[in-house]
């Protein structure tokens, strides 16, 4: 199958190429606009009571219309505002007011909008009932952000915009400024990494070239799956998408070129060197990128919108990635022939590369020695696995943007809670309407709730029968303590209060966050497991073997621990921080376990070949490991600094998935496939490749050449 796919890319070339282009080209112009959500706390599971409590609120308090945007007053050297300040601040709320912008029913200040301390004034923008465009509050909310800053010229007072809408559009800018950079600082990465790796200038740039092809074509087709299914991204899937799509286009691209570059140096032509390196990695290529995808797809399992939300996007990527490196890659190849490796001429002598020679002594020499060097320093890193502490304020968004400045402004003069109150819906059975008393008394159990700060008279629906509480608490909406106590002590106790008769729903920004990280451990135990054995099962049905692949799941499964552990043991241990996004492990597992199966494919599959030509078992590993060691460090060293690109964005929550997946990876490539994995296919013998034997059967290329 391989070998048909790589004649056809390699004899017709300029088809192959002109699809691709006619392909890109017509997504890019024709396929449907497609933007993010900007917040993950939309993917609350729809059966939790957060999400129950939402469409309560929706449906009974229409007219208690939530602010689409909250105006932060500040005096500039951060004392209490003067009466000059506050008329300033009416003299602005007035005019926002007055100017009657698209989508915007008023603004509403005052006295009552005025901290307790004096250090901060609010004005609350309200949208028209409705549903009015996401898009016109978006640019009224720019539009009044610059009427503000005009009139406060010259004034002691700064003002900036926080809530749902300005967040939405910080996002928005954010997200295209930090694809913008990442974007940049990807293919300047993989451009030089590949210019040190072959010294040619044209390797150098073509296979960047031809992934940002692939690269449209993914794009548009997830736009087009978008606007068929629905389903919404999360703000930071678009900036792993450039990782996914050049980090790992550019792993199967070396893939291909190691491989045509041996076929060339065995002295075979160009062409025929090219349709047998395609027919050779193609198996591997394509059990790699399907680790990788049923891995991805396993995520539309999750009931987090957050999780469930980048599977699709990332499979259709990588499944777009794997038919460019088997189609569209041998085909530009194909046009160049050897001048690709111009000005260098490695291509057509072979060069003995003494490093990788080196390792495969040491693997095969002193398996039984490396593999528990190997497994204790990874179990010690795992190690502080155990200690990962979720971070409910770790976001995709930077501190720097005017949504979070405006937003800690604000908490400078309010007390935490205020911001983002609980909220507690208390609803009669049957027609009855809870009495004034009843009402009064169930309000005083939840302010003797410990850790709640203050609780609202109750606002009545308009048939009396439901009421509702804004609850607000002692700490920070986003705090670790805020979502334990709205989903602990402060849920439980509204529901233990109750009056006889009533039935209570708990909701807010807190409660949410608490359903969420109930959801997120409910999605890890159906998500991992699913994940791991369609791994295990494509893994089967490649090495032709049960035993391979269950060891080689153990060794990636300990290399995702070791890699959260040493990302816990650096963010928590030694910078301090309260703790780590809640999704990160999701994220990292997923990457780990693919990314580095697709290494020790790699790595095993060449020891197949090996070993299907009679080469003895410990002989058989040295070659694989001399062989495959230049692949998988040039292409690992590559994908881990394309993730380390992540932690240029200023965003706290790619920061970490940056450095974890780029740990991940280096562990996985350099412990895994290139010293554990090999050791220990020598220390298991023939029963390695139980039940097939101890020769597995290889696809013969058809041309008579031998492995190593």
């Known amino acids: 199958m391989f070998r048909l796919v790589g004649r056809v890319a390699v004899h017709r070339p300029w088809l192959v190429i002109a699809v691709w282009l006619i392909a890109a080209a017509g997504l890019t112009l024709w396929a449907p606009d497609h933007t993010p959500s900007a917040s993950a706390f939309a993917f609350v599971p729809s059966h939790s009571e957060s999400a129950r409590a939402d469409r309560l609120h929706q449906r009974v308090f229409p007219a208690q219309r939530r602010p689409m945007a909250i105006v932060v007053f500040r005096r500039a050297d951060g004392g209490r505002l003067t009466r000059t300040d506050l008329r300033d601040v009416a003299t602005v709320t007035g005019h926002l ?55 406060l010229r010259g004034s002691e007072v700064r003002a900036g915009m926080t809530g749902s809408v300005p967040g939405d559009l910080d996002s928005r800018d954010s997200s295209s400024e930090r694809d913008a950079l990442v974007m940049k600082a990807t293919l300047v990465l993989v451009v030089v990494s590949l210019l040190v790796v072959f010294r040619s200038p044209l390797i150098a740039l073509l296979p960047v070239a031809v992934i940002a092809v692939a690269y449209a074509v993914a794009v548009g087709l997830i736009a087009v799956m978008s606007a068929v299914t629905g389903m919404e991204a999360d703000v930071f899937v678009s900036a792993i998408l450039i990782i996914v799509l050049f980090g790992i286009g550019t792993d199967y691209v070396l893939f291909l070129l190691f491989r045509y570059r041996e076929e060339l140096r065995s002295g075979k032509p160009s062409r025929t060197a090219l349709v047998d390196a395609v027919a050779r990695v193609g198996e591997t290529i394509a ?257 032709r073997s049960l035993v391979t692949p269950l060891y080689l799941m153990l060794s990636v499964a300990l290399g995702f621990v070791a890699a959260l552990g040493t990302v816990v043991w650096f963010y928590q241990d030694v910078q301090g921080q309260p703790g780590l996004s809640l999704v990160l492990p999701a994220v990292l597992y997923l990457f780990v376990v693919t990314l580095g199966t697709d290494y020790n494919i790699l790595m095993v599959t060449r020891l197949r070949e090996e070993m299907a030509n009679g080469v003895p078992p410990r002989q058989a590993v040295r070659a694989a490991v001399t062989r495959s060691v230049p692949t998988i460090a040039a292409a690992a060293l590559i994908l881990a600094g394309t993730f380390g690109v992540l932690m240029l964005t200023g965003s706290l929550l790619l920061e970490q998935m940056g450095m974890a997946l780029a740990t991940g990876i280096l562990i996985t490539a350099f412990a895994l496939a290139t010293l554990l994995v090999p050791a220990t296919m020598i220390l298991l013998g023939r029963w390695a490749w139980w039940p097939a034997g101890t020769r597995p059967a290889v696809q013969d290329s058809g041309d008579g050449s031998q492995p190593a």
């Open 97 to 151: 007011r007055d100017r009657k912008r698209p989508g915007v029913a008023t603004v509403e200040g005052g006295p009552h909008s005025v901290s307790p301390n004096g250090k901060v004034a609010l004005a609350h923008v309200f949208p028209v009932a409705g549903d009015p465009p996401g898009g016109q509050l978006r640019a009224s909310v720019r539009a009044m952000r610059e009427d503000t800053a005009e009139l």
């Open 287 to 543: 059990s790699a990128a399907s680790v990788v995808i049923v891995a991805f797809l396993a995520l539309l399992l999750a009931t987090v919108g957050t999780l469930r939300s980048m599977g699709p996007p990332l499979a259709l990527a990588v499944a777009v990635t794997l038919v460019a490196a088997l189609t569209l890659v041998p085909a530009v190849f194909s046009v160049l022939g050897t001048t690709v490796f111009w000005p260098s001429r490695t291509w057509s002598h072979r060069r003995p590369d003494r490093s990788a020679q080196r390792v495969g002594r040491l693997v095969s020499f002193r398996p039984a020695l490396l593999t528990g060097v190997c497994t204790a320093l990874l179990t010690v890193m795992a190690l502080n696995a155990s200690g990962f502490t979720a971070n409910f304020a770790t976001t995709a968004l930077p501190d720097t943007i005017e949504y979070m400045r405006a937003l800690k402004d604000m908490e400078r003069g309010f007390s935490a809670g205020q911001s983002d109150p609980v909220q507690v819906y208390l609803t009669a059975e049957g027609r009855s309407r809870p009495s004034a008393a009843i009402l009064a008394a169930y309000r005083n159990r939840l302010a003797g709730i410990r850790g709640v700060g203050a609780v609202s008279t109750p606002l009545p629906s308009p048939d009396g029968r439901i009421a509702l509480y804004e609850v607000s608490l002692v700490h920070r909406p986003l705090e670790r303590a805020a979502v334990e106590l709205a989903g602990g002590p402060l849920r439980a106790g509204a529901h233990r209060y109750a009056p006889r008769g009533t039935t209570v729903l708990v909701g807010g920004r807190s409660a949410e966050l608490a359903d969420m990280r109930t959801a997120v451990a409910h999605d890890y135990k159906v998500v991992f497991p699913v994940a791991a054995l369609a791994i295990t099962v494509i893994l089967a049905l490649l090495l």
